[in-house]
């Protein structure tokens, strides 16, 4: 990281050698005096791109054309790639999302100015020092999300910086300032117009957030514009003794406590949203859900495909929804078959337990025995890789080939018979060893054939 910063510092020292202008600008800026560690360096150059990029390349680094419409050229500097970006004014914007049109500037205070939020637009000089024209320190220190000009207008332009406002929040815990939040909420109704993959990474960001239980919180309704799917488990009571929160709160906490992974947080954000569907009150008010966790795979499934998320990732989320709250007995026999249920995932096996553990560490204080029960079940994993034990038919000391030289025929016998064998060598009740596994065979098709 450290090692970037010099290259950073190297390019604008050598832009600024052939008379240009140049500062580090935006979110390196911000993590900077976060003392957060910086991602990517943003320079911006009061330069058009072709005279940078002429600059840069007279100097030996190599530039690549990213952006050009929007004035963004990328240097590699001994193996760090820099964006550059000409200083720019955004035309206006009529659509929602876009500028129509963006007017390049001379002036880098124009620059700081179209940047969505005061922590955003400052920009920083390893000579010149920092420039903060919008007051972005003071709102660092006050841990203040606020919106540079009139926030309104700011997300009527570009809808995308409400979702925006809302990750940041959850990554950095900044509040949002007044004004800045109701011209968000004032302004929701326009994320209609954002594409789907834009508001998708935005999400994810903000589910990954350290601070997410309370974006997820005071934002449920910003959130409940893009993915609908959630709003009825807003301000669900519950009514079981298991809960103090109801199950919007229960599932913003869990998130929280999941581990910082896209799937792993996907999963518990959608863990409980089968609840409100399933949900009758006994004659004592108690509450009870019937087949929850199976419930709610088709709203969880609609929400990520209308997202543009990857079939196979929908998969593996649904699938944690589905097995959130099996009751699977600590032990290598039914942890084997757990784990057949998860694609023979290990990794998928993992995720399960962070969301069970997330699950139960958001029940009130009596009722979370699921986080030792989580940590039994990898306990359990970590034995079965530890030992190689099989869990899958591929690990079985005999294949196919094997059966169809026994006689067997081709067919869906085959599959079968290893299944079969899987299930009982998993159970112990047979070893893993060739012979063994052909004596079986072999008794097994036996039964098979007389009965066909
Ligand atoms: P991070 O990269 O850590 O997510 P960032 O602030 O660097 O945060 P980027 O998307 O990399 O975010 O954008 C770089 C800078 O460009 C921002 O700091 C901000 O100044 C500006 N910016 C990005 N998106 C917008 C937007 N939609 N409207 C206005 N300014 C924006
Ligand atoms: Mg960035």
Redesign the pocket.
């Known amino acids: 990281n450290n090692e970037h910063g010099k290259q950073a510092i190297r390019v604008i020292g050598i832009l600024e050698d052939a008379g240009l202008e140049a500062w580090l600008?935006?979110?390196?800026v911000?993590?900077a005096l976060l003392g957060r560690p910086v991602?990517?360096f943003?320079i911006a150059c009061n330069a058009l791109w072709s005279e940078t990029q002429a600059v840069l390349e007279a100097s030996g680094i190599h530039t690549v054309e990213t952006g050009i419409a929007h004035g963004t050229l990328t240097a590699v500097s001994k193996g760090t790639p820099l964006e550059i970006t000409t200083y720019r004014i955004d035309g206006a914007y009529t659509d929602g999302r876009h500028p129509d049109s963006v007017q390049f500037t001379r002036s880098i205070q124009e620059d700081l100015a179209?940047?969505?939020?005061t922590i955003?637009?400052m920009a920083w000089h390893p000579t010149r020092g920092l420039l903060d024209p919008f007051n972005g320190q003071a709102d660092l220190h006050a841990r203040t999300l606020r919106a540079v000009g009139e926030p309104e207008k700011?997300f009527m332009e570009?809808a995308?910086?409400i979702l925006?406002g809302v990750?940041?929040a959850s990554?950095l815990g900044f509040a949002i300032d007044q004004e800045t939040a109701s011209g968000m909420r004032a302004q929701a109704s326009n994320l209609d117009l954002i594409a789907t993959e834009r508001i998708a990474h935005e999400l994810e960001?903000l589910l990954c957030g350290k601070h997410v239980h309370g974006a997820l919180m005071a934002y449920a309704d910003v959130i409940g514009r893009v993915i609908p799917e959630i709003t009825p488990m807003i301000g669900f009571d519950q009514k079981t003794k298991y809960h103090i929160y109801d199950v919007w709160e229960h599932t913003a906490y869990a998130v929280q406590y999941a581990t910082p992974e896209p799937l792993t947080r996907w999963a518990t954000l959608f863990h409980d949203i089968g609840k409100p569907s399933t949900f009758t009150i006994d004659e004592e008010g108690i509450g009870h859900f019937y087949g929850h966790a199976h419930e709610g795979i088709p709203p969880a499934k609609r929400a990520m495909k209308r997202l543009k998320m990857s079939p196979s990732f929908i998969e593996r989320v649904a699938m944690l929804v589905r097995y959130h709250d099996c009751p699977t007995i600590p032990e290598p026999k039914y942890v084997k078959r757990l784990l057949r249920k998860l694609d023979g995932d290990p990794d998928l096996l993992r995720a399960l337990c962070s969301v069970k553990r997330a699950d139960s560490l958001s029940h009130a204080p009596a009722y979370r025995s699921g986080v030792a029960h989580a940590q039994a079940i990898e306990d359990c994993l970590d034995l079965i890789l530890r030992e190689s034990q099989p869990f899958t038919v591929a690990a079985l000391d005999i294949s196919g080939k094997d059966l169809l030289a026994m006689g067997m025929p081709q067919g869906p016998h085959i599959g079968a018979a290893l299944n079969a064998m899987l299930e009982a060598v998993m159970d112990e009740t047979l070893p893993n060893e060739r012979a063994a596994l052909l004596r079986f065979a072999r008794e097994w098709w036996s039964k098979r054939e007389t009965e066909i």
């Open positions: 600008v935006g979110g390196c911000r993590d991602h990517d943003d179209r940047r969505d939020f955003n637009a700011r570009d995308l910086r925006r990750r940041f990554q960001g």
